[in-house]
């Protein structure tokens, strides 16, 4: 399992156009990958998971992943995460 902190950078947060993104990002890999700013974990999977978490801008999350894939996943998705700036 690997986790890492981060804090959502984008001045829109983690609206559809990101969502979208990152849950196919996501998909691409084999490994579970949940979000959680510690009151609300979500599957970064789906776009409606995403989207409900309301994750705005300054929300400190951790980002969850596990499996076969996971440091692969857990590097790209974090680096995504870190360069939206839309």
């Not at 929300?59 to 995504?80: N, Y």
């Amino acid at each position: 399992m690997v986790k890492n902190s981060l804090t959502v950078k984008n001045k829109t947060g983690l609206h559809a156009r990101p969502a979208s993104q990152l849950a196919q990002l996501a998909q691409k890999f084999e490994s579970t990958v949940r979000i959680t700013d510690g009151t609300t974990e979500i599957d970064s999977k789906s776009v409606i998971s995403i989207m409900s978490g309301g994750f705005k801008q300054g929300t400190a999350i951790e980002l969850i992943v596990e499996g076969s894939d996971e440091e692969q996943a857990a590097a790209q998705l974090s680096e995504f995460i870190n360069a939206l700036t839309e």
